[in-house]
C-alpha cells in the first residue's frame, strides 16, 4: 500500500462531517464553509465535505484535510456516495485530500466496481480512499480491493443497522483484528462518552456530523426529552 501525510493527519483525531441536506438553510457552499471553519477553530484534524462546490469553497479558506465525497442519487440504484470515478475526480479536483466511497458492492450507475475506482483513483488522482462499508465483509473485501482507511459509516444507516444502535463500535473491534490499515468510526455518535469507547477499541480517528453540523437534529432531541406534560403537571400535584 502507498504511504499517504493525509492519513497520518488525521491520527486520533476529530474529523467533522460539514454537511447540509436538500431543504436545509445551511445547503449552501457560505454556510458549509462557516461550519468548517468553526470545526477547525475546535479542533478538528479534518472534514468531510459533499459536492464539489463545498470543497472549492472551504480549500479556499482552510488547509485542514479534506475528505471529500460526492453524494448521487440515481433512480433504480442505492449507492449515492461517490458512486462513479467521475464523481470521485470532481471532488479532488475541487480540493479534496482523501476519497470516501461507498464499498458496499451494491451495483453502481455506471457499471463500474470498487475496486476499479479504486484502481483509478489511486493511479491517475494520487490520493487515499476512505471505503464506506456496513459489515465486515464488506470491509474485508474493500481491503481486498485497495481501500487505504475503512470506516463504518454505513453500519448505521438501513438495510446495515439502524440509527438508534450508537456507533459502530464492534465492527471497528473486528476489523482491527484482520488489518493494520487505519479504521474509522462514523457514524452516530452522539456522547463524549461514546467518543471515548471508539479510541478505546484502536480507532484511527472518527468522524462526527449531525451532532456537531446539524442544528435542527440536536434541537430535535433536546425537544423530543421534554417531559409530557400531563405528566410534568401530575408530578407537581396538579
Known amino acids: 500500500m502507498k504511504k499517504f501525510a493525509q492519513i497520518e493527519a488525521l491520527r486520533h483525531g476529530l474529523v467533522v462531517s460539514c454537511q447540509a441536506g436538500p431543504g436545509s438553510p445551511l445547503d449552501s457552499p457560505q454556510f458549509i464553509t462557516v461550519m468548517a471553519k468553526s470545526a477547525e477553530m475546535g479542533g478538528a484534524v479534518g472534514l468531510r465535505l459533499d459536492r464539489?462546490?463545498?470543497?472549492?469553497?472551504?480549500?479556499?479558506?482552510?488547509?485542514?484535510?479534506?475528505?471529500?465525497?460526492?453524494?448521487?442519487?440515481?433512480?433504480?440504484?442505492?449507492?449515492?456516495?461517490?458512486?462513479?470515478?467521475?464523481?470521485?475526480?470532481?471532488?479532488?479536483?475541487?480540493?479534496?485530500?482523501?476519497?470516501?466511497?461507498?464499498?458496499?458492492?451494491?451495483?453502481?450507475?455506471?457499471g463500474e466496481t470498487f475496486h476499479e475506482i479504486v484502481r483509478r483513483i489511486h493511479e491517475e488522482l494520487n490520493v487515499p480512499v476512505m471505503a464506506d462499508v456496513g459489515t465486515l465483509g464488506q470491509g474485508l473485501q474493500a481491503l481486498d480491493d485497495g481501500a487505504d482507511l475503512v470506516a463504518t459509516t454505513l453500519a448505521t444507516t438501513p438495510p446495515f443497522g439502524q440509527p438508534e444502535d450508537g456507533p459502530a463500535v464492534e465492527l471497528a473491534v473486528e476489523l482491527a483484528k484482520?488489518?493494520?490499515?487505519?479504521?474509522?468510526?462514523?457514524?452516530?455518535?452522539?456522547?463524549i462518552e461514546e467518543v471515548r469507547a471508539c479510541f478505546n477499541v484502536g480507532a484511527y480517528a472518527i468522524v462526527i456530523g449531525s451532532a456537531i453540523t446539524a442544528p435542527?437534529?440536536?434541537?430535535?432531541?433536546?425537544?423530543?426529552?421534554?417531559?409530557?406534560?400531563?405528566?410534568h403537571d401530575s408530578r407537581r400535584g396538579r
Not at 178 to 191: D, N, S
Request: aromatic content about 6%; proline content about 9%.
Open 52 to 110: 464539489p462546490e463545498n470543497v472549492a469553497a472551504v480549500r479556499a479558506v482552510s488547509k485542514l484535510p479534506i475528505i471529500g465525497i460526492y453524494k448521487m442519487h440515481t433512480p433504480g440504484y442505492e449507492v449515492y456516495i461517490t458512486p462513479t470515478f467521475a464523481c470521485a475526480e470532481a471532488v479532488v479536483r475541487a480540493g479534496a485530500d482523501l476519497l470516501a466511497i461507498d464499498a458496499t458492492g451494491r451495483p453502481r450507475p455506471e
Open 178 to 191: 484482520v488489518t493494520e490499515r487505519p479504521i474509522i468510526v462514523e457514524g452516530q455518535i452522539w456522547t
Open 216 to 231: 435542527q437534529l440536536i434541537t430535535q432531541r433536546f425537544v423530543a426529552a421534554i417531559p409530557n406534560a400531563t405528566d
